[in-house]
């Protein structure tokens, strides 16, 4: 069974950078989409990041492109979101999920993600 954990949320001043971790076991294959997705309470989950472990293609929202990074170490089974000059908006829990398969891009809406970790909360404060 996938099992997904994240870690790192923390409180941040604008402008200031923070770095997730998820920790990703039970499924060693290569066919499968890693992305990160916030949510806002009351508001649409975002697929902000996301990257298909075979190729190695990832992708990002407007929102974030440019100041987030997604990135994978395969030896520690890890998935990363390295965040640079954070803004307000970028308050939220952030959540690992998964969805395996095969991919040309993987997809960027939340709904598609079956497989989710239990968040990690990021607060960006002026």
């Known amino acids: 069974q996938l099992h997904l954990v994240e870690s790192g949320g923390d409180s941040v001043q604008a402008g200031g950078s923070l770095r997730l971790s998820c920790a990703v076991s039970?499924?060693?294959?290569?066919?499968?989409?890693l992305a990160w997705i916030r949510q806002v309470p009351g508001k649409e989950r975002e697929a902000v990041a996301r990257?298909?472990?075979?190729?190695?293609?990832?992708d990002y929202d407007d929102r974030v492109k440019g100041r987030f990074t997604i990135s994978q170490d395969r030896a520690k089974n890890t998935l990363y979101l390295e965040m640079i000059s954070l803004q307000l908006e970028d308050t939220a829990m952030y959540y690992c999920?998964?969805?395996?398969?095969?991919?040309?891009?993987?997809?960027?809406?939340?709904?598609?993600?079956?497989?989710w970790g239990q968040g990690t909360q990021v607060t960006v404060s002026s």
């Open positions: 990257i298909y472990i075979d190729s190695g293609t990832s």
């Open positions: 039970g499924y060693t294959g290569r066919r499968i989409c």
């Open positions: 999920a998964a969805r395996l398969g095969t991919f040309v891009r993987c997809p960027s809406d939340a709904r598609d993600y079956n497989y």
